[in-house]
């Protein structure tokens, strides 16, 4: 039977998102808004980061900024190839190389979509790669050592990427899927320990037989 929370839940969550995946326009959400949703200026024409596979010695904040900023990043800049490199070598560097292309240039090429974007990461298809504008000059930022939050105040320097802010609509709609995510852990929790004490109950139901079972044999 379906609970009433569940009911609630279908009734409430936008667009009559499927019970079977509950948080599916909450990762959404997660990835159109919060740090690293930004729009690039059109003189970037690739970003790429250099890291070690291990977060230790110095690239833990490569890999969270990997992991957090750069999904929201190339969902609002699906035409910008973002490409990723680890490496096995934890004394390596730990770079974000941005790379631009002349205003003239970037003005005179179409945008396209890059081939590396996923379909969770661009509103639009997954198409071959267009070539863009030549890279005329390139920044590096030093990300070893760097909390992924301190890398993209660089990158937002440097590019004078314009940041999205979200809606008063979005932050309501995360807080209602938050609490309703909340509200279903803790359903999920009752029923665990309901689960286990009918259990115990039933191994100890089990128990006793055995040993009436003992004593008149």
Not at 121 to 145: C, F, H, L, Q, Y
């Amino acid at each position: 039977m379906v609970s009433i929370i569940q009911r609630m839940r279908k009734l409430r969550t936008p667009n009559a998102i499927s019970l079977e995946r509950p948080l599916t326009y909450l990762q959404l959400l997660a990835i159109r808004v919060g740090p690293g949703a930004a729009i690039l200026p059109p003189e970037v024409t690739r970003l790429h980061m250099d890291f070690a596979v291990r977060i230790d010695s110095g690239h833990r904040g490569a890999r969270h900024f990997w992991r957090k900023i750069l999904p929201r990043l190339k969902y609002h800049n699906p035409s910008i190839p973002m490409t990723v490199k680890r490496t096995a070598d934890q004394s390596g560097p730990s770079t974000l190389t941005i790379h631009f292309a002349s205003p003239s240039a970037a003005a005179n090429t179409p945008p396209g979509v890059s081939s590396i974007t996923s379909p969770l990461m661009s509103t639009g298809p997954v198409a071959e790669t267009v070539v863009g504008a030549p890279t005329e000059r390139t920044a590096t930022i030093n990300m070893k050592d760097r909390q992924e939050s301190e890398i993209l105040g660089k990158l937002m320097e440097i590019t004078k990427a314009k940041p999205v802010r979200p809606t008063a609509e979005e932050l309501q709609q995360i807080r209602e899927l938050e609490e309703q995510k909340a509200k279903s852990d803790a359903v999920r929790v009752l029923s665990l320990a309901e689960k286990a004490r009918r259990q115990r109950e039933k191994d100890i139901l089990n128990q006793a037989r055995g040993e009436v079972e003992n004593a008149t044999s």
